[in-house]
C-alpha cells in the first residue's frame, strides 16, 4: 500500500500551479522533491497535505481518498515539517513537541505519561531529549528544526513532508537530518516526502526524484534517471556536469560556467585556443582555459573519451574518431580546419601511435601558419612514443622549429597571457 498522487491540478484562484501530477511513494520510501524556485514543490505538499485542495484529481493512502479523511484522522497520518517555523513564546522543546499529540487526545484531554514517553522517543530518534527543558526560542536554527521533526513524529504519522528541511543550516544539521529521514524510511517504514533544494543532498539520500519544471513533471525516477546534465540544463538553465562519485557511488553536481569569451583589446577579435588532445589529457586544461574566458576547440578524440565528454559538456567544438580507430583523411582535415582558426594550438601529453600520427601534422601546420605553438612535456616524449621513435623525432623537430614547452596549466595561462597581451 502506498501514497498516491494521481493526475492533481492545483490552482491558486485562476492560475493553474500543478498541472497533471502523478506519482506514487511505498512505506519506507524517502522520496525527493526537486525543481527550480516557482516550479511548483511547495504547492505540491500544500496539496498533499490538504492546505490545498485539488481542483482535479485525487491524492490517496491506503487506498483512501484523503480529502475524506476527518481533520485528526488526517494528523493521525500526515506530519508536516513547514519551511519556516515561527515560535516566539519561550515554550520548551518538550512542550513544542507534546503538540504532536494533540490528534490523539480527546477534547480537554491532557498528556498522559505514554503521550510524554512518545514525545521522548521522538526527541531522541532527532538527537534533541538534551534540550526538552531548554527554550525553543533560545535554540540555533539546527537544533530548532531537531525539534520540529521530533514535534511531527509525535503524531505518529506515517506520512512525513517536509519543505527543505535543511535550508539556512550548516553541513552538521544538513547531513545529521537526512541520515534522520534516511532512518525514519528503513526502521518506522515512513514514506517521506521532501524538497529538496541541493540536488547533491538529493542523490546521496533519496531512493526516487521527481524533478518539477513549470507545475510539470519532467523526470521522475531514480538519481541517475532524473539527475541529468541536459534535464538539469533544461529546468534550471544551468550548465552543470554530472558524475558518480568514486566511493559512494551516488550522483554528484558541479557547476560548468560558460563564462563570455575573451576579446583581444586592440583588434576586438574572440581568443581562441586549440587543443591537440585525446585519452583524457584535455580535459583539465579545457576546464581551466573555458574557466578564464577562451574559446576552446579541440581533436582529434575519440567518441566516448574523457576528453570528449567533457568537451561534450562545456560545448566545446571537438573533431572525433570511431574508437580504437586511426584518424580517417576526414578528420584530419577537420582537425586541421578548427586549428588553423584558432590563435594559439597547445599539443597535450598525449601518447603516440601509428592511428594518431596525424596529429602532430597539425602541430606541424601550426608553426607553418606562424600561430603560438605549446607543447607539452610533463612526460618525456620518448615514453609516449610507440612508432619506433618516429614521434620523438617530430617532436623534438617541433621544439626546434619554435615551439614552446610547457609542463602544467598555469604554464599554458602564463603563455596565453603573453600571446595575446593580456
Not at 213 to 218: P, S
Not at 326 to 331: F, G, N
Request: a neutral charge; proline letters at 4%; glycine letters at 6%.
Amino acid at each position: 500500500m502506498s501514497l498516491e498522487i494521481k493526475d492533481v491540478d492545483a490552482h491558486y484562484g485562476s492560475t493553474k500551479i500543478l498541472d497533471s501530477i502523478d506519482f506514487s511513494a511505498s512505506h519506507g520510501e524517502l522520496m525527493g522533491i526537486i525543481g527550480p524556485n516557482g516550479s511548483g514543490k511547495t504547492t505540491l505538499l500544500r496539496t498533499i497535505s490538504r492546505i490545498l485542495k485539488p481542483k482535479v484529481g485525487t491524492i490517496l493512502l491506503e487506498g483512501r481518498d484523503v480529502q475524506g479523511m476527518k481533520d485528526k484522522e488526517f494528523s493521525r497520518n500526515f506530519a508536516s515539517v513547514p519551511q519556516d517555523t515561527a515560535i516566539n513564546f519561550d515554550f520548551s522543546a518538550l512542550d513544542i513537541v507534546l503538540i504532536g499529540r494533540n490528534p490523539h487526545l480527546g477534547r480537554l484531554e491532557l498528556e498522559s505519561e505514554k503521550d510524554i514517553e512518545i514525545a521522548r522517543r521522538s526527541m531522541e530518534l532527532t538527537n534533541c531529549w538534551r534540550l526538552a527543558e531548554r527554550p525553543i526560542t533560545e535554540l540555533s536554527g539546527g537544533e530548532r528544526q531537531l525539534v520540529i521533526i521530533a514535534r511531527a513524529l509525535t503524531q505518529e504519522p506515517k506520512v512525513l513532508l517536509l519543505d527543505e528541511p535543511t535550508s539556512h543550516l550548516d553541513i552538521k544539521y544538513q547531513i545529521e537530518i537526512m541520515e534522520l529521514l534516511k532512518r525514519l524510511t528503513a526502521e518506522e517504514k515512513l514514506i517521506v516526502i521532501a524538497v529538496i533544494h541541493d540536488l547533491n543532498l538529493a542523490a546521496r539520500y533519496c531512493d526516487r526524484l521527481v524533478l518539477l519544471h513549470n507545475g510539470k513533471i519532467i523526470a521522475l525516477g531514480t538519481q541517475t534517471q532524473v539527475l541529468t546534465a541536459e534535464n538539469i540544463k533544461n529546468t534550471f538553465g544551468a550548465a552543470v556536469i554530472v558524475k558518480k562519485h568514486a566511493l559512494t557511488n551516488q550522483c554528484y553536481v558541479s557547476p560548468s560556467p560558460v563564462p563570455s569569451p575573451l576579446k583581444h583589446q586592440a583588434k576586438n577579435e574572440v581568443l581562441v585556443i586549440h587543443l591537440i588532445c585525446g585519452g583524457g589529457e584535455g580535459a583539465s586544461l579545457m576546464h581551466v582555459l573555458a574557466a578564464k574566458g577562451y574559446r576552446v576547440t579541440a581533436g582529434v578524440v575519440n567518441l566516448l573519451d574523457t576528453d570528449y565528454e567533457v568537451a561534450k559538456l562545456l560545448n566545446i567544438p571537438v573533431v572525433t574518431e570511431a574508437p580504437f580507430s586511426p584518424i580517417t583523411q576526414e578528420a584530419f582535415q577537420a582537425h586541421l580546419t578548427l586549428a588553423d582558426k584558432a590563435n594559439m594550438v597547445v599539443l597535450c601529453n598525449i601518447p603516440f601511435g601509428a592511428g594518431n600520427l596525424k596529429n602532430l601534422e597539425v602541430a606541424e601546420a601550426a608553426l607553418k601558419r606562424k600561430k603560438a605553438l605549446v607543447v607539452f612535456e610533463a612526460t618525456n616524449i620518448e615514453k609516449r612514443d610507440f612508432t619506433n621513435g618516429e614521434a620523438t623525432k617530430r617532436f623534438i623537430a617541433l621544439k626546434a622549429k619554435g615551439a614552446l614547452t610547457v609542463k602544467n596549466e598555469e604554464e599554458v595561462l602564463k603563455i596565453a597571457r603573453q600571446v595575446f597581451k593580456e
